[in-house]
């Protein structure tokens, strides 16, 4: 009897976990799709593209190039790498100034092969 109510525990935390996942990847690419539709309403090109005309603008608030940085550190596309490189500063999160160092180097992380984020794009 314990047996059967520990395999079935178990059963439903697995279930849970991967209904957790799936509704987690969901989220995620409507979040990356929300962010490319705004930028692509100023520039042309594919996600990655537009999302880089963004982090290259003057024009965009650092918030804007926040979320450009999340959903590229998502898409896990190699283009990226080197503008998100060039915005490292060295120094820690000065959100008035900068953006957020934090955020970039999870997205470095993860483009190149570093990052525990499993919630990626391919």
Known sequence: MIKKIVVTGLFII????????IG????????????????MTQYEGDKIEVLI?????????LKTKNNAIWALGKLNDQRALPVLK??????????????????LQKAIDNLEGR???????K
């Open 115 to 121: 990052g525990i984020d499993i919630l990626t794009f």
């Open 86 to 103: 060039k915005l490292q500063t060295g120094n820690e999160c000065d959100h008035s100034r900068y953006v957020c160092q934090r955020e």
């Open 24 to 39: 987690l990847r969901i989220w995620f690419k409507s979040e990356i799709n929300q962010i490319y539709n705004h930028a």
């Open 53 to 61: 005309a963004v982090l290259n603008s003057e024009d965009q608030s």
């Open 14 to 21: 697995i279930i849970g976990m991967g209904l957790a996942y």
